[in-house]
T-cell receptor, first 114, second 112 residues
């Protein structure tokens, strides 16, 4: 089954404790992206990657890092999480060749930073 | 990318057609209209997209006005599982970041 998976689905952590949220897709998509969703602000893009070893900032990249060492994986790293990063995070992927306009989203990771 | 305007919420009776409007009066010639939905904190789900012709797939129909300044998503026989927030998004093919800008959307409540 074609899907985007994220782990963990729920995470409560403390300020400053480094964490990684993993994202994996099994559709051989070139493009992957991370969004955060906050009440009243909609979904905002954090980082995206058009292919392996190619990443770029989205609208709200501060406080986040990403890496794209393999095509299927696109982890989101919070080196020193702060309470304002408490949010619902979504990973997404799609083909990059322009033949598909559909982005596939993961189930979400709800992060709470205390 | 052009801005979109949608009603905040709508109700629909189960089994009836749900018609969700979207205004995008500043849309430009190379911008597509996309519809996604999000069922209670799940990941957004693609529904349909179009440029200027009406489109239909197994989930819905998309009607785009001739001047392309507005569109309507039609769910022909709404079920309780169609209760969700529906997002109308306008995006150019050349959007370098492939970013989808989700606005407030329309909260559709399908009632028995």
């Amino acid at each position: 089954e074609a899907q985007v998976t994220q782990n963990p689905r729920y995470l409560i952590t403390v300020t400053g404790k480094k964490l990684t949220v993993t994202c994996s897709q099994n559709m051989n998509h070139e493009y992957m992206s991370w969004y955060r969703q906050d009440p009243g602000l909609g979904l905002r893009q954090i980082y995206y990657s058009m292919n392996v070893e190619v990443t770029d900032k989205g609208d709200v990249p501060e406080g986040y890092k990403v890496s794209r060492k393999e095509k299927r994986n696109f982890p989101l790293i919070l080196e020193s999480p702060s309470p304002n990063q408490t949010s619902l995070y979504f990973c997404a992927s799609r083909k990059q060749d322009g033949s598909s306009y559909e982005q596939y989203f993961g189930p979400g990771t709800r992060l709470t930073v205390t | 990318d052009a801005k979109t305007t949608q009603p905040t919420s709508m109700d629909c009776a189960e089994g009836r057609a749900a018609n969700l409007p979207c205004n995008h009066s500043t849309i430009s010639g190379n911008e597509y209209v996309y519809w996604y939905r999000q069922i209670h904190s799940q990941g957004p789900q693609y529904i349909i997209h179009g440029l200027k012709n009406n489109e239909t797939n197994e989930m819905a129909s998309l009607i785009i006005t001739e001047d392309r300044k507005s569109s309507t998503l039609i769910l022909p026989h709404a079920t309780l599982r169609d209760t969700a927030v529906y997002y109308c998004i306008v995006r150019s093919y050349n959007n370098a970041g492939n970013m989808l800008t989700f606005g407030g959307g329309t909260r559709l409540m399908v009632k028995p």
